[in-house]
T-cell receptor, first 111, second 112 residues
Framework: GQNIDQPTEMTATEGAIVQINCTYQ??????LFWYQQHAGEAPTFLSY????GLEEKGRFSSFLSRSKGYSYLLLKELQMKDSASYLC????????????FGKGTKLSVIP | DAMVIQNPRYQVTQFGKPVTLSCSQT?????MYWYQQKSSQAPKLLFH???????NEADTPDNFQSRRPNTSFCFLDIRSPGLGDAAMYLC???????????FGQGTRLTVV
C-alpha cells in the first residue's frame, strides 16, 4: 500500500522561510514530486527528486532521503501568492506508473 | 496553448444518471491518469493507463469506469452517480522527456 503523510496546515509570515515535510511508505519508489495547488485550480509542478539530496529552483528547494522515506519542500522569501496547498506525491515508476498524492499541506502566508 | 484539456469544466448531473467526463492531450504522452479530488483533500488516484494497459486502483468503486480509445483521449464514466461522487475530477498525463505529470483544469461535478 501507499502511505504519504504531511502536516495538514501551516502558517508563515511574508518574507520568511517555511519547510513543509513529507514522509512516505510506499510499495515501489521512483521519485518524489512536489506540486502547488491554488484553490479551485489544477496542481502545478514544482520539483522532482529521485536521488538523495537537495534540488534548488529559485525560491523553492526540495530535499529527499530515500533511506528515511522523507522529503521536505523549502520556500524562501515567502510571498502572499504562495498561499496554497502543497502536495507531496510518490511515483512508483516504470512498470507501474502509479502516482500517489499525500493529503496536502495548506499554507497560509500572513503579512 | 492548453496541453491537457478537460471537458466540460463544470458538469451537473442527476442522481443515478450516467455521466461521462472527457480528457484530451496534445503531448502524445503514454501515461494518462484520472483523479478524484474532494474539497480540501488530496487528489485520489482512480485509474491510470500506460498506452492501452489499464490499471484500476483497488479502492476505486465499481461505479467508475474508464476508456482510452487512442493515445489522445481518455474518458471517465460514472454509471450511477451518487451525492458522494460530487468532486473535482482531474486528468493528467506523463511521458516523453518530462518526468512530471501535467494536469488538465479539471471538471467539477455536481450531483443533484
Amino acid at each position: 500500500g501507499q502511505n504519504i503523510d504531511q502536516p495538514t496546515e501551516m502558517t508563515a509570515t511574508e518574507g520568511a522561510i517555511v519547510q513543509i515535510n513529507c514522509t512516505y511508505q510506499t510499495s515501489g519508489f521512483n521519485g518524489l514530486f512536489w506540486y502547488q495547488q491554488h484553490a479551485g485550480e489544477a496542481p502545478t509542478f514544482l520539483s522532482y527528486n529521485v536521488l538523495d539530496g537537495l534540488e534548488e529552483k529559485g525560491r523553492f528547494s526540495s530535499f529527499l532521503s530515500r533511506s528515511k522515506g522523507y522529503s521536505y519542500l523549502l520556500l524562501k522569501e515567502l510571498q502572499m501568492k504562495d498561499s496554497a496547498s502543497y502536495l507531496c506525491a510518490v511515483y512508483s515508476g516504470a512498470g507501474s506508473y502509479q502516482l500517489t498524492f499525500g493529503k496536502g499541506t495548506k499554507l497560509s502566508v500572513i503579512p | 496553448d492548453a496541453m491537457v484539456i478537460q471537458n466540460p469544466r463544470y458538469q451537473v448531473t442527476q442522481f443515478g444518471k450516467p455521466v461521462t467526463l472527457s480528457c484530451s492531450q496534445t503531448l502524445n504522452h503514454n501515461v494518462m491518469y484520472w483523479y478524484q479530488q474532494k474539497s480540501s483533500q488530496a487528489p485520489k488516484l482512480l485509474f491510470h493507463y500506460y498506452d492501452k494497459d489499464f490499471n484500476n486502483e483497488a479502492d476505486t468503486p465499481d461505479n467508475f469506469q474508464s476508456r482510452r480509445p487512442n493515445t489522445s483521449f481518455c474518458f471517465l464514466d460514472i454509471r450511477s452517480p451518487g451525492l458522494g461522487d460530487a468532486a473535482m475530477y482531474l486528468c493528467a498525463t506523463s511521458g516523453g522527456d518530462a518526468v512530471e505529470a501535467f494536469f488538465g483544469q479539471g471538471t467539477r461535478l455536481t450531483v443533484v
